[in-house]
């Protein structure tokens, strides 16, 4: 099993819409996720960041986690064609000194 | 300007001939971590220090060698390349902040061995 298991998409949605990506774990003892945005050819540049259950908001973006189900999204309201990229989804994990990553979603928002 | 800077942005080699690939940051940052890019394979962590002189392996690290010898430095050194160590190499670093490590990356370094 994967530490970090994302869907690998590609996830469409029209412009406009809400964008909903999802990435569960595997390791019960970590305490810190964080999501990243990679645009074709550039590098992971960090988007939020999620150390309690329930929702944090960053303006159109809402993280979202659930320890007891292992469970981290990501919300994006009103997608733009600028918000289409890959999201990866990443884990504290190996006692707090090791940040593992899911394969990523590559998130398409179409005219 | 705080950044991570890897150099060479392309590199084009041949299988045995030793390598660098250089990674520096400005930010005083006490992590540092390697990751290589694969289609399908995602990030994947080869090595990552804690601190100078502190380093420890990753999930990927056969064929890999690192050094901290100095804060801000973090090379990456395949002593005999081989054509599956074919892929995109990110630096990253990180403060040590509690609520733990929010890296930042370098532009990336795409390495064809053949």
């Known amino acids: 099993q994967k530490e970090v298991e994302q869907n690998s998409g590609p996830l469409s949605v029209p412009e406009g819409a809400i964008a909903s990506l999802n990435c569960t774990y595997s390791d019960r003892g970590s305490q810190s996720f964080f999501w990243y945005r990679q645009y074709s050819g550039k590098s992971p540049e960090l988007i939020m960041s999620i150390y309690s259950n329930g929702d944090k908001e960053d303006g159109r973006f809402t993280a979202q986690l659930n320890k007891a189900s292992q469970y981290v999204s990501l919300l994006i309201r009103d997608s733009q064609p600028s918000d289409s990229a890959t999201y990866l989804c990443a884990a504290l994990t190996g006692g707090g000194n090791k940040l593992t990553f899911g394969t990523g979603t590559q998130l398409k928002v179409e005219l | ?92 670093s990180s403060s040590d902040g509690d609520r733990g490590l929010r890296y930042t990356f370098g532009s990336g370094t795409r390495l064809t061995v053949v």
């Open chain 2, 1 to 92: 300007e705080a950044q991570v800077t890897q150099n060479p942005r392309y590199l084009i080699t041949v299988t045995g001939k030793k390598l660098t690939v250089t990674c520096s940051q400005n930010m005083n940052h006490e992590y540092m971590s390697w990751y290589r890019q694969d289609p399908g394979l995602g990030l994947r962590q080869i090595y990552y220090s804690m601190n100078v002189e502190v380093t420890d392996k990753g999930d990927v690290p056969e064929g890999y060698k690192v050094s901290r010898k100095e804060k801000r430095n973090f090379p990456l050194i395949l002593e005999s390349p081989s054509p599956n160590q074919t892929s995109l190499y990110f630096c990253a």
